[in-house]
């Protein structure tokens, strides 16, 4: 009997929540130019081409004031920004031209001297001096600028790094997950439509998985059905 009355009381909180929110997603609609998708409890809502955060509310957090391109949202290269959505407590802007990273409080992570080329989860793909470095989402360093390219390759945790002129894999952390070896490194999909990364030295290819870890050493001239 207690079960049933817990249960019936969760239902209804959940349909009041479930109303609450479409409530407030109607009344943004009507106050805002447009209304973007919620992530971590803030709201992206624009107003005469001018960017701002709401909670799941409605109550305005970071007022208006960021230049909305909504362009922005369309290039598929942005799949390594994910503008104006809030992810590990940060969201990518754009402002003077140029993308900038905020906290929940409006306040910028990095200044001018760093160009942001990247959020990948936590990690921050930063340019400075014609290196890439990796910091995460509060602005702490997680590597030096040492690599020619850092990019992600949008698989598990793991960002492709070049130096010396080889690729090799890093983690969101910073860390190598394996070493800067290879000639070319890329995604694979085999037959069987399972995600794998194809490196090449030389003429020889090996095969890792989406944890960087061996499958077939470099071996082969190529591997096709595996």
């Given amino acids: 009997m207690i079960k049933k009355l817990i249960l019936i ?24 130019d447009t209304v973007l998708s919620e992530s971590e409890g803030f709201i992206g809502v624009v107003k005469n081409c001018l960017l701002g955060f709401v909670d799941i509310n409605g109550l305005i957090h970071i007022y208006p004031s960021y230049e909305y391109k909504k362009e922005l949202l369309d290039l598929h290269h942005l799949i390594y920004f994910q503008p104006y959505t809030f992810k590990d407590g940060s969201a990518i802007i754009w402002e003077d031209g140029d993308y900038r990273l905020i906290n929940k409080l409006s306040q910028r992570v990095f200044g001018d001297t760093v160009k942001i080329k990247g959020k990948a989860n936590n990690a921050v793909i930063l340019f400075k001096d014609n290196k890439y470095a990796i910091y995460n989402a509060s602005g702490v360093k997680k590597t030096d600028f040492e690599y020619d390219i850092i990019k992600d390759i949008l698989v598990s945790n793991l960002l492709m790094y070049k130096k010396d002129n080889k690729y090799g894999l890093l983690n969101n952390e910073g860390l190598v997950i394996y070493n800067h070896i290879f000639d070319t490194l890329f995604i694979y999909r085999n037959h069987r439509k399972k995600t794998f990364i194809k490196g090449k030295i030389g003429n020889k290819t090996a095969i890792l998985d989406t944890q960087g870890k061996v499958v077939f050493q470099p071996y082969y001239q190529d591997l096709i059905y595996f």
């Fill in 9 to 32: 009381i969760l239902l209804i909180l959940s349909f009041n929540s479930f109303s609450q929110t479409n409530e407030v997603k109607e009344e943004l609609k009507r106050n805002y």
